[in-house]
């Protein structure tokens, strides 16, 4: 039994034209049962920072609970929030702190930096950072994610467009992953809203 | 503290409501060598007079401003061994901020922790307080900052302020008795402007600047 396998997910995040997008898949499972299916992956952090973790499911609460906890304190000692590139310095550092006993999650975290300019990352689950420019995957479904980005990609993607082609990523990465799928739930952000959605794809 | 001996706090309330040692730090500092800054538009300026014991001390030894953080920097009015631990601290702090967010720690996040730690000097087993009040001068994306920082670990943002002897005539003090007195190897003036580096001015040209000035 794998233990990033035990509850299955598929996690993406793409960068568009002064907007990001960030999606998860919608199951959760205990091996091969499903158990539920509208399972949230993805949090706010706060209007401008998004997280979404994928791994063991009670890792990727407890490790939501942290960092919105440490946030706060940083909100309030600081009086401001905290920027995408400094959040994601934190997880890889909270992450590291449990090297010998780690959270079996791999994040993924996507926002708006300064100037409104995008910024995604995704880390393993002991806090080594991967920057990308265009798109980063996670999940049990991260390889054919990787294969449907790749093709679907195009640079300054339009919110609208945007969110059609991690869409079309996520549906078609989950149906060749069993541990993953029953529909999606997509958020794009730009720097004046944020638009929640979820899709219907093949229910299993 | 470990020695049950000095599990008390030595800093204990006087019937009045004063801290007594505290009081006491205050008059240390207020019996320091002179010390102040300014806050500009653009930058911020602090300084202190640097008058050693005899004139047979190295003055290329002694440094009374020192860096916190390349944009952050500090002065005392008070007891220089107290200072040099403070300095030591307050630079782990920022550094240990740096390790968790990869960011410099703003100038009043660094103030905040400082002032705690001189806190924790007014209310633990065993020790007194800092016998040092600290200038500090940053220059972060809040603009230019002047913080003082006292024994009781209280802090003040200041557009101005001076500590040490002669606190209230400072200004007056320096142009009178000291006029024509005044050369690179007796004062030192840290400078941060909005490069955002702090550095502190060689002996050379505070000499250029005072020549200007007369």
Redesign the interface.
Known sequence: MQIFEYNGSALVAMVGKNCFAIASDRRLGVQLQTIATDFQRIFKIHDRLFLGLSGLATDAQTLYQRLVFRHKLYQLREERDIKPETFANLVSALLYEKRFGPYFCQPVIAGLGVEDKPFICTMDSIGAKELAKDFVVAGTASESLYGACESMFKENMEPEELFETVSQALLSSVDRDCLSGWGGHVYVVTPTEVKERILKGRMD | MGDSQYSFSLTTFSPSGKLVQIEHALTAVGSGQTSLGIKAANGVVIATEKKLPSILVDETSVQKIQCLTPNIGVVYSGMGPDFRVLVRKSRKQAEQYH?????PI?V??LV?ETAAVMQEFTQSGGVRPFGVSLLVAGYDDNGPQLYQVDPSGSYFSWKASAMGKNVSNAKTFLEKRFEGQISGKNIEIGIIGTDKKFRVLTPAEIDDYLAEVE
Do not use: I
């Open positions: 390790r968790l967010y990869k960011e703003p009043t996040q905040r």
